[in-house]
């Protein structure tokens, strides 16, 4: 699970595994899998760089490459 922020301020947690698609048009879109559209605050590329922290988090490392950066704001373990 990743935290996202809403447009309005509030923070919230989604399933990494039920996102679909991101889309900047020009607010961030995440479309989940039930079809359902959520805006958030954060870039495409940040959703994105939170998903592969989250997914190696999970995998112990496994998805790592070793010329892959880690997202600067994940490396505190902190991710957003």
Do not use: W
């Not at 923070?11 to 595994?17: E, G, I, K, L, P």
């Not at 900047?24 to 959520?38: F, H, S």
């Not at 495409?44 to 600067?72: A, S």
Request: charged share 30%; glycine share 8%.
């Amino acid at each position: 699970m990743i935290e996202l922020t809403k447009m309005n301020g509030g923070h919230f947690t989604v399933n990494a595994d039920l996102i679909e698609t991101i889309e900047e048009v020009p607010d961030t879109v995440l479309t989940m899998t039930t079809g359902k559209k959520i805006f958030v605050k954060e870039s495409r590329q940040t959703v994105k760089n939170l998903v592969k922290y989250y997914k190696r988090e999970i995998y112990g490392g496994f998805l790592l490459k070793p010329d892959e950066e880690v997202y600067p704001e994940c490396q505190s373990g902190q991710p957003g």
